[in-house]
């Protein structure tokens, strides 16, 4: 049973999981929503934005939509990561100082709003031209109606597809370490690493993808919740009904009904 005792000093050693525990809590995982979050807002915005574009009848605002969209969603996360964070640092230097940790949050935005936007797109393309139609025989206007009808059934409609995309930008995060971030910035992947490397074992990392499942486990059945909640055309199945209840208050009826005649 050599075999059971290696794989439990490497990847099950209780003592490092609790000596990294403190850290994964007040450091990996506050930054990771905190970069998680902050990527989520600012892509929901800018996705919007590009959805609005796409479904333009302007080629002045659709075209460099699709470029947009083709460019964050084509190009690998990390490459994308990389390239802003070290093209833009001494830019950013001048603004944020030192650290890359805002870099790093910008990148995850663009990406995340490549991908939301196209969401935003289907989800409102597929509401029907009728509602529209609607809303300018009631006299509003074009924009009017987008922002008051259109849109919110659009979001409603794909909360599922937000949500699973909140779940990849947790995931992406983990890729920001490449950045170099200060000791005080590190997510939940680059302290389980850390530590791994200073105790000599994977337990870290494992206690690292615990976390991780803390956070992207409850987001899946949520989604799941979401997906029955307001998807399309759904309809709670009613109980069956039988006919001889309808028989039996027209048998209670028909005395009276012949009473009256007579």
Known sequence: ???????????????????????????????????SISATIIGVALGMVVAVMGISSSAWLRVPARVYTDLFRGLP???????????FARLSQSIFGPSPYPLGIIALSLIASAYIGEIFRAGIQSVDKGQGEACRALGMSYAKSMRLVVVPQGIRRVLPALVNQFIAIVKDSSLVYFLGLLVGERELFRVGQDAAVLSGNLS??????????????PLTHLVN???????TG??????????????????AVSPQITGSNT
């Open 234 to 251: 759904r309809r709670r199945p009613s109980a069956p009904s039988s006919g001889l209840k309808e028989v039996t208050e027209l048998d």
């Open 204 to 217: 870290p990392l494992v206690m690292a993808g615990v976390f991780y499942l803390v956070i992207t486990v």
């Open 1 to 35: 049973m050599d075999w059971l005792s290696t794989i439990t000093r490497t990847f099950f050693d209780f003592g490092a999981m609790a000596e990294v525990f403190p850290q994964l809590i007040g450091v990996g995982l506050l930054n990771t929503l905190i970069i």
């Open 225 to 231: 919740y979401f997906d029955s909640r307001f998807r």
């Open 77 to 87: 996360a990390i490459l994308t990561i990389l390239l802003i964070g070290q093209g």
